[in-house]
T-cell receptor, first 111, second 114 residues
Framework: EDKVVQSPLSLVVHEGDTVTLNCSYE??????LLWYKQEKKAPTFLFML????IEKKSGRLSSILDKKELFSILNITATQTGDSAVYLC???????????FGTGTRLQVTL | KAGVTQTPRYLIKTRGQQVTLSCSPI?????VSWYQQTPGQGLQFLFE???????NKGNFPGRFSGRQFSNSRSEMNVSTLELGDSALYLC?????????????FGPGTRLLVL
């Protein structure tokens, strides 16, 4: 059965800190990995990663995939209170019909 | 461009009843997927529809069913509701069905079964 594991489960940091969120996966027929941010409602898309070693960046957020070691990290620099959310990692496998999600990392940024 | 919309946003039902949830994808998107989100199990895939055909189905009982119409709008139905069906039901759409296609989520329907 496909499995996506995120760590840590939750994290509390001070505004301005840098955080690294981890996502590892054990799946058959990997296609791509996606990161989402979920506040109180729908997950919003952050990144899609398909190739190893190529960093994707968007402002203070960046992510990279290692297909040999089967993991991805999401970095957030200079955190702000608005970054407080659950960060979800998900993987497309097989026919890329379904996303298998991890349980998420709950990030709280305090003043 | 308008995002994915879902109706209703909130719903309260009692055990044994049935419910139908609706999802309108982003204009031009032909694939619609449904997910159930609960605190204990996280986000779990229910099924995906593309061009009115079900492409894939998750590990849910037959009480969960869906369909897609020619305009790509989708409905999911849950019959004989159980307390454990209380959850946030999310719909996601993408333009085509492939691994390079990002799924965009709607706001969800929160279902409470009493």
């Amino acid at each position: 059965e496909d499995k996506v594991v995120q760590s840590p489960l939750s994290l509390v940091v001070h505004e301005g800190d840098t955080v690294t969120l981890n996502c590892s996966y054990e799946v058959t027929n990997f296609r791509s990995l996606l990161w989402y941010k979920q506040e109180k409602k729908a997950p919003t898309f952050l990144f899609m990663l398909t190739s190893s070693g190529i960093e994707k960046k968007s402002g203070r957020l960046s992510s990279i995939l290692d297909k040999k070691e089967l993991f991805s990290i999401l970095n957030i620099t200079a955190t702000q209170t608005g970054d407080s959310a659950v960060y979800l990692c998900a993987v497309y496998t097989g026919t890329a019909s379904k996303l298998t999600f991890g349980t998420g990392t709950r990030l709280q940024v305090t003043l | 461009k308008a995002g994915v919309t879902q109706t209703p946003r909130y719903l309260i039902k009692t055990r044994g009843q049935q419910v139908t949830l609706s999802c309108s994808p982003i204009s031009g998107h032909r694939s619609v997927s449904w997910y159930q989100q609960t605190p204990g199990q996280g986000l779990q895939f229910l099924f995906e529809y593309f061009s009115e055909t079900q492409r894939n189905k998750g590990n849910f009982p037959g009480r969960f069913s869906g369909r897609q119409f020619s305009n790509s709008r989708s409905e999911m139905n849950v019959s004989t509701l159980e307390l454990g069906d209380s959850a946030l039901y999310l719909c996601a759409s993408r333009r085509l069905a492939g691994e390079a296609e990002t799924q965009y989520f709607g706001p969800g329907t929160r279902l409470l079964v009493l």
